[in-house]
């Protein structure tokens, strides 16, 4: 039933805002499950990855609307900051602190333009409207041959705005459209 559902939701917000946030870097990660309660009295079970670096997992809370306030403010923060995912080419797969971080490896500093669009979402969604276009103009006046006639990529270099990936995107053109739609068309 619709209340079982929306008791579901409830009870899963509040794990997600407990059990995948981290207090020390103010951001959401992905978390290890294990058999073992590792974080104490909000029986969490699992590691948090904490050590992996910070990427777009960490704003999943806020594009879903679920993120406690006082948590959206810190990830915002965090995706508006310029030595973490504000680049040329905004919101990376991975952040520029990231261990693992490099501009020209898949999915490891790469922008994809469906993680873009999950950004400016959650931005949106915690009303941070002007950061918000001022990263999509960041991306239409920077990422190559977007603001042109050439194809759309599969995704960009977060630091010069060079295409990388395969020509003729579909779902990069598709979450460009949804972001004219969403944020410009209004």
């Known amino acids: 039933s619709?209340?079982?559902?929306?008791?579901?939701?409830?009870?899963?917000?509040?794990?997600?805002?407990?059990?995948?946030?981290?207090?020390?870097?103010?951001?959401?990660?992905?978390?290890k499950i294990s058999d073992y309660v590792v974080t104490g009295d909000n029986n969490c079970q699992g590691e948090l990855l904490t050590f992996r670096g910070k990427g777009p997992e960490g704003w999943s809370p806020l594009w879903a609307n679920i993120a406690d306030n006082d948590k959206a403010q810190r990830v915002m923060s965090v995706m508006l900051d310029k030595k973490e995912f504000n680049s040329t080419i905004p919101l990376g797969t991975a952040a520029l602190t990231n261990p693992a971080y490099h501009a020209d490896i898949y999915w490891r500093g790469r922008v994809w333009l469906d993680q873009f669009y999950f950004g400016i979402v959650a931005l949106n969604n915690y009303g941070k409207h002007q950061q918000a276009r001022a990263l999509l103009s960041k991306l239409y006046n920077n990422a190559e041959g977007l603001s042109s006639d050439q194809a759309i990529r599969e995704n960009y270099n977060p630091e010069t705005g060079a295409v990388q990936g395969a020509t003729n995107f579909s779902w990069s053109a598709?979450?460009?459209?949804?972001?004219?739609?969403?944020?410009?068309?209004?």
């Open 2 to 31: 619709a209340k079982q559902f929306e008791q579901q939701a409830l009870k899963l917000k509040k794990r997600i805002n407990q059990c995948f946030y981290d207090e020390k870097s103010g951001y959401y990660y992905d978390l």
């Open 174 to 186: 598709a979450h460009l459209l949804m972001l004219y739609q969403e944020t410009i068309n209004q």
